[in-house]
């Protein structure tokens, strides 16, 4: 795989998520966002399935994936500990 | 059911596990981590260091929120799995995982948050045993 390639297709489909998200979350909330060029391919309820209809669709394995949430990752007790 | 078992030290929970990539890569590479087991954890969270010598490409980007900050981090597609049995190899969650990155200055390279300990029994003891049966 090319990661520099797969870099660039990570920040450019988040930018493009991002623009998007508002539209998509009342119907796709919780579901994870097949990304490739800049457009939500499909959307699937588990990272399985998301990873499997990718390794069919793009052999090079050039796409992204990306929860339709706006709830940020919490690090758990973990941070608070200063980590 | 399969279980991990072991002893915490009162304050945290730390098993010995595996992160492999996800079963549709076909690659069968494994990393023999420490995993911290945090149920304050929303997901489960990997070093770069971790995923970067098991060759797993970035696979998005999320908010992650700490003490310190807010911060957007890579995530990356990859399986957790332990040793139930010494004379077995791992045995690998169900699932993949879309985890995100952290830095760790500590002596465990894995967040197992809750939404893996949320797919399993996680029991403690007050003589110090932890089970998680998954």
């Given amino acids: 795989m090319d990661m520099a390639a797969q870099r660039q297709q990570v920040d450019e489909n988040y930018d493009q998520f991002q623009r998007v998200l508002g539209s998509i979350l009342a119907e796709h909330e919780g579901k994870i966002a097949l990304m490739r060029d800049g457009e939500i391919v499909a959307f699937f309820d588990t990272v399985r399935d998301a990873l499997k209809c990718a390794n069919d669709r793009f052999p090079d394995g050039i796409y992204s994936l990306q929860d339709v949430t706006r709830e940020p990752i919490d690090l758990g007790v973990f941070s608070h500990a200063g980590g | 059911m399969p279980a991990v078992s072991g002893r915490h030290n009162g304050r945290q929970i730390i098993v010995a596990a595996f992160v492999a990539p996800p ?112």
Wanted: without cysteine.
């Fill in chain 2, 23 to 134: 079963l549709d890569a076909q690659r069968f590479d494994l990393l023999q981590v420490s995993a911290l087991v945090d149920t304050g954890a929303s997901r489960s969270l990997v070093t770069r260091d971790s995923a970067q010598r098991l060759g797993l490409p970035p696979r998005g980007k999320h908010p992650l929120v700490s003490a310190r900050a807010t911060e957007l981090v890579d995530r990356y597609a990859f399986r957790i799995g332990f040793r139930v049995d010494e004379t077995l190899g791992p045995w690998f969650l169900d699932v993949d995982l879309v985890g995100s990155e952290f830095r760790s200055q500590t002596d465990f390279q894995v967040i197992i948050g809750m939404a893996v300990l949320r797919t399993g029994t996680l029991q403690l003891w007050p003589d110090g045993r932890f089970r998680f049966a998954f």
